[in-house]
């Protein structure tokens, strides 16, 4: 008999975070245990995901379980159970379900418009108080109440409420201009969780070279990046890249931003720019030291142009010291070398990742290790569950986080629904 007279079986679910992942877990719960309670600290729901302001929220991307082994490593055998009871297909039909409509973004990735966006928060809640869930916003959660190896309750805007199962679903600590916190990380930790350090990721990298005030904003549509570890190659992308104020962003950066801070930690982390991939060296060459007729005034902006943005061109003499108004015809071999070092390898020294306000993701978080794959159960406390991205889980750019939280959101709901806590069934 728990402290306000009512059973065990009388309390609430208890999710903390209105987020994908304790929609979901909501969701899923609603169905087979009646008494299912969503707290949120934000006055606006689900302002995370409501507050991408300049392109689609992707939420899946078309790929059967087997596809997220190489994707996850080793972490693959955690998400797996719980993307192969809940992929892509599912998580479609339940946004539809839910008023959401998601088209392909691509050829693999499902997303889900801008114009959708704002709308979400008051669809979150729709849905949830449809199916009879309880979504409580302006409600933080400061504390857990655990005894006997129970949650007994969560301490709620200084109240204590009984609960019979929580699950932790509060976020990671990406952005927390938009409600995040590491609430999750406390809570984790006082039920003997082990943390594994946080570090931002998804997140433009700040250089020690400063173009920022001659590049700001200019973007180069397709170019490759070799990254290297103290003058060591590590790894090879191609994409779209954006200079801004501080360095670099843009697809490339924020792809490989996570990679790129982790080796951060073992060194000097360089970033060796080719801004023109389809030519090679010997090509480039070739042109420069052709013979030009006399009467051949052909600048090299106009040559250069079908490759590079006209930003970046009218800033060379900045950059190599030769303008881009110059007949390519009249170049000396100092300033021919000069441009092809250039094109081929722009170098970047990486000074560290922008703030944690500034990111889309965070590497580590609630380790693994304690938590059942098949439940989202913990291993330590019998009631107590997690999802979402406060877990040491971090997918690609592209819509995975979407996709992780909602599929371990779900499988912590029906687990959460179906135990009374001390592993029976209710
Ligand atoms: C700018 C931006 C763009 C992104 N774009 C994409 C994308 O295109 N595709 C993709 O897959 N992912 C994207 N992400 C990541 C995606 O938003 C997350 O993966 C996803 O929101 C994680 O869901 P979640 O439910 O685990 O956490 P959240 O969405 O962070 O939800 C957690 C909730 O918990 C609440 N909370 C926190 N602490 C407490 C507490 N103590 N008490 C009560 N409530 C609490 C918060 O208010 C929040 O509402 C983007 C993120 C950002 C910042």
Same mark, same amino acid.
Request: hydrophobic residues 40%; contains cysteine; positive net charge.
């Given at each position: 008999?728990?402290?306000?007279?009512?059973?065990? #079986?009388?309390?609430?679910?208890?999710?903390?975070?209105?987020?994908?992942? &304790?929609?979901?877990?909501?969701?899923?719960?609603?169905?087979?245990?009646?008494?299912?309670?969503?707290?949120?600290?934000?006055?606006?729901?689900?302002?995370?995901?409501?507050?991408?302001?300049?392109?689609?929220?992707?939420?899946?991307?078309?790929?059967?379980?087997?596809?997220?082994?190489? +994707?996850?490593?080793?972490?693959?055998?955690?998400?797996?159970?719980?993307?192969?009871?809940?992929?892509?297909?599912?998580?479609?039909?339940?946004?539809?379900?839910? /008023?959401? #409509?998601?088209?392909?973004?691509?050829?693999?990735?499902?997303?889900?418009?801008?114009?959708?966006?704002?709308?979400?928060?008051?669809?979150?809640?729709?849905?949830?108080?449809?199916?009879?869930?309880?979504?409580?916003?302006?409600?933080?959660?400061?504390?857990?109440?655990?005894?006997? /190896?129970?949650?007994?309750?969560?301490?709620?805007?200084?109240?204590?409420?009984?609960?019979?199962?929580?699950?932790?679903?509060?976020?990671?600590?990406?952005?927390?201009?938009?409600?995040?916190?590491?609430?999750?990380?406390?809570?984790?930790?006082?039920?003997?969780?082990?943390?594994?350090?946080?570090?931002?990721?998804?997140?433009?990298?700040?250089?020690?070279?400063?173009?920022?005030?001659?590049?700001?904003?200019?973007?180069?549509?397709?170019?490759?990046?070799?990254?290297?570890?103290?003058?060591?190659?590590?790894?090879?992308?191609?994409?779209?890249?954006?200079?801004?104020?501080?360095?670099?962003?843009?697809?490339?950066?924020?792809?490989?931003?996570?990679?790129?801070?982790?080796?951060?930690?073992? &060194?000097?982390?360089?970033?060796? $720019?080719?801004?023109?991939?389809?030519?090679?060296?010997?090509?480039?060459?070739?042109?420069?030291?052709?013979?030009?007729?006399?009467?051949?005034?052909?600048?090299?902006?106009?040559?250069?142009?079908?490759?590079?943005?006209?930003?970046?061109?009218?800033?060379?003499?900045? +950059?190599?010291?030769?303008?881009?108004?110059?007949?390519?015809?009249?170049?000396?071999?100092?300033?021919?070398?000069?441009?092809?070092?250039?094109?081929?390898?722009?170098?970047?020294? +990486?000074?560290?990742?922008?703030?944690?306000?500034?990111?889309?993701?965070?590497?580590?978080?609630?380790?693994?290790?304690?938590?059942?794959?098949?439940? $989202?159960?913990?291993?330590?406390?019998?009631?107590?569950?997690?999802? &979402?991205?406060?877990?040491?889980?971090?997918?690609?750019? &592209?819509?995975?986080?979407?996709?992780?939280?909602?599929?371990?959101?779900?499988?912590?709901?029906?687990?959460?629904?179906?135990?009374?806590?001390?592993?029976?069934?209710?």
């Amino acid at each position: 008999m728990a402290k306000s007279g009512k059973t065990e #079986k009388d309390l609430p679910i208890a999710i903390i975070g209105g987020g994908p992942a &304790g929609l979901s877990a909501a969701m899923a719960a609603v169905k087979k245990y009646k008494n299912v309670v969503i707290y949120d600290k934000n006055p606006q729901p689900a302002k995370k995901i409501s507050a991408i302001t300049n392109g689609p929220l992707m939420v899946a991307e078309k790929l059967e379980p087997e596809g997220f082994e190489e +994707i996850y490593g080793d972490k693959y055998s955690f998400i797996a159970p719980a993307l192969k009871s809940y992929g892509w297909k599912e998580i479609t039909a339940q946004l539809k379900e839910m /008023g959401i #409509k998601v088209s392909p973004n691509g050829k693999k990735n499902l997303s889900i418009e801008s114009k959708y966006l704002k709308k979400l928060g008051h669809l979150f809640i729709k849905s949830a108080e449809s199916e009879g869930i309880v979504y409580k916003k302006s409600s933080r959660v400061t504390d857990l109440e655990i005894s006997r /190896g129970k949650v007994k309750s969560v301490v709620v805007n200084g109240i204590t409420r009984p609960v019979s199962a929580v699950i932790v679903a509060c976020g990671s600590y990406s952005s927390p201009k938009s409600g995040s916190t590491k609430d999750g990380y406390a809570f984790a930790e006082k039920a003997g969780h082990e943390i594994v350090k946080i570090k931002p990721a998804f997140v433009g990298l700040e250089t020690k070279e400063r173009y920022g005030k001659i590049l700001n904003g200019v973007e180069v549509r397709d170019c490759l990046i070799r990254v290297s570890l103290d003058d060591e190659l590590q790894f090879v992308d191609r994409g779209k890249l954006k200079f801004t104020s501080y360095g670099l962003s843009g697809k490339i950066i924020l792809d490989n931003s996570a990679k790129i801070i982790e080796l951060l930690e073992r &060194g000097e982390v360089k970033i060796h $720019m080719d801004q023109v991939p389809d030519l090679s060296k010997f090509e480039i060459n070739k042109f420069l030291n052709q013979e030009f007729p006399h009467t051949d005034r052909t600048t090299l902006f106009e040559h250069l142009n079908p490759y590079l943005p006209d930003g970046l061109l009218e800033m060379m003499d900045k +950059i190599v010291r030769v303008h881009s108004s110059r007949p390519v015809a009249f170049l000396s071999s100092l300033e021919k070398k000069h441009i092809m070092l250039w094109l081929k390898d722009f170098p970047f020294t +990486i000074k560290g990742p922008r703030p944690f306000n500034e990111t889309r993701g965070v590497l580590g978080g609630v380790a693994l290790d304690d938590i059942d794959p098949e439940t $989202m159960r913990s291993n330590k406390i019998k009631n107590l569950y997690f999802a &979402g991205e406060v877990l040491d889980l971090l997918g690609p750019w &592209g819509g995975y986080n979407f996709e992780m939280a909602f599929s371990t959101g779900r499988l912590a709901g029906l687990s959460a629904a179906a135990d009374d806590g001390a592993g029976k069934k209710k």
